[in-house]
């Protein structure tokens, strides 16, 4: 349309350009003929007639001239428009402002409806973006039209592959054997190249061409589904053992063992040993549950580490005495944290002397603390027999335990780390373990500091 239009214009414009010119030429020579014979009233007549259609024909050429030089303007202030200059085309008083006009209102309507459509593009894009569910669109080639970053961070993909083939960019058996031969609400779950479990779910278009692929990250969601199930499987072991124990010792008292002075002192001491270790799982699990709801109250204010550290060591020695392990304190004179004093004192108890439990016989614990950045990391190290790499990530999971036999002849619950993990992450810090060199563990905990003053001044008091 564009193609013809011009060019058929152009064309009438040329031959009645040329008609007027050749009428012109006619009008001319009648009148040079006319003259020739002037004598004659017929031969001035024709001369004034012959002029008079010369006249015409001159006016009709500048006519003719100044319209086609207006269509020029038009059809370039219209090529202007459609190419996104100007938005409107000035009137300039003539025949063809009424054509101008209607260029001008189909204008604003394409304006207006670009403006639209790049809104809800705009819209679009921030949805997406958004989501945290991956959304990767196909056409009928199963080639990808439409992926957000959350599909490119599940499937590990560096770029945009818009335009490439589902099966060039996804590695998935699962996924690859769903899109192919999925019908619509088929699921698959699979694990990634980034090692993301995963399930996605194949729609189709509403176009009726190509797939709709929504996947969801169930990484987190498997993962505490795991913790849960061992957590009701630990439980109900931690209290069946206790429980069994004092089951049994009961009954042999019951049946004559009270009368037998050879057991029933030992019955008794397992009766209390036992009993005890309840109480603590109850309380720990009580503790647990306050923190998990959150009614475990934190009154946040600074506190010297040092003097916490110390309080620390002082409530685990009789402890560590008995195993004749050293404790040393390496904290810097000055250094405050921003804690609640009762929780930072049980976290600290928790690691000092769950590293004296795990120290060799006569070795070594050193609790220090630094400044770093806007944060106080406080550590207990002890040269026990470390943590392989493979349980750091869950030690601080409720009755995980390394080596369960040794933990409980150690008398843990195997709720103290969790505890621990719960009151920092409620103090706004964080908890972790490293491996220590040559042997052995290092917890640290990390907490916020109030302010940025401190001294460095080191102290040691061995246990």
Request: glycine share 8%.
């Amino acid at each position: 349309m564009r193609a013809g239009g011009p060019a058929s214009s152009a064309g009438a414009s040329r031959a009645s350009r040329w008609f007027v010119i050749a009428a012109a030429v006619i009008a001319v020579v009648a009148a040079v003929l006319a003259l020739h014979d002037a004598a004659t009233t017929r031969a001035r007549g024709e001369m004034v007639i012959a002029l008079g259609f010369g006249a015409v024909a001159v006016v009709g050429l500048a006519a003719a001239r100044r319209s086609q030089r207006a269509l020029h303007s038009l059809a370039r202030a219209a090529t202007e428009v459609t190419a996104g200059g100007p938005r409107r085309i000035a009137e300039a008083g003539g025949e063809l402002d009424p054509v101008a006009r209607l260029i001008n209102r189909m204008a604003d309507d394409a304006a207006r409806t670009l403006e639209a459509l790049r809104g809800e593009r705009d819209l679009l894009g921030s949805v997406l973006d958004s989501m945290t569910q991956g959304v990767i669109a196909l056409d009928g080639d199963h080639r990808i039209t439409l992926i957000n970053p959350a599909a490119r961070r599940i499937f590990a993909l560096p770029g945009v592959p818009i335009g490439e083939r589902f099966a060039d960019q996804v590695a998935v058996p699962e996924a690859l054997a769903l899109v192919a031969d999925g019908r619509p609400d088929d699921t698959a779950e699979f694990t990634t190249a980034a090692n993301v479990r995963a399930v996605a779910r194949i729609t189709a278009q509403r176009s009726g061409e190509g797939r709709l692929v929504v996947v969801d990250d169930v990484t987190a969601i498997r993962r505490l589904e795991t913790i849960r199930r061992d957590f009701i499987a630990n439980v109900s072991h931690e209290l069946r053992t206790p429980v069994s124990v004092i089951r049994a010792n009961a009954e042999t008292l019951q049946g004559g063992g009270k009368d037998d002075p050879r057991f029933a002192d030992r019955l008794i001491d397992g009766l209390h040993r036992n009993a005890e270790r309840l109480a603590r799982i109850i309380a720990d699990l009580l503790d647990l549950s306050r923190l998990d709801a959150g009614h475990y109250r934190l009154d946040r204010q600074p506190v010297d580490v040092a003097t916490a550290a110390a309080q620390a060591v002082a409530a685990v020695e009789s402890n560590a005495t008995a195993r004749a392990t050293s404790i040393t304190i390496e904290v810097p004179a000055g250094i405050t944290a921003l804690a609640d004093p009762k929780a930072l004192d049980q976290v600290l108890v928790n690691l000092i002397d769950n590293a004296v439990k795990y120290a060799p016989p006569s070795g070594r614990v050193t609790v220090r603390a630094a400044v770093r950045d806007d944060r106080v990391r406080i550590e207990v190290a002890d040269d026990g027999p470390g943590i392989a790499p493979v349980h750091r990530d869950r030690i601080f999971e409720r009755f995980y335990r390394v080596d369960p036999g040794r933990s409980r002849d150690q008398g843990g619950t195997g709720l103290g780390l969790s505890i621990v993990k719960h009151l920092a992450e409620s103090m706004g810090g964080s908890v972790g373990v490293d491996g220590n060199r040559p042997t052995g563990s290092v917890f640290w905990c990390l907490l916020p500091r109030p302010g940025l003053d401190s001294r460095t001044v080191a102290t040691a008091s061995p246990s």
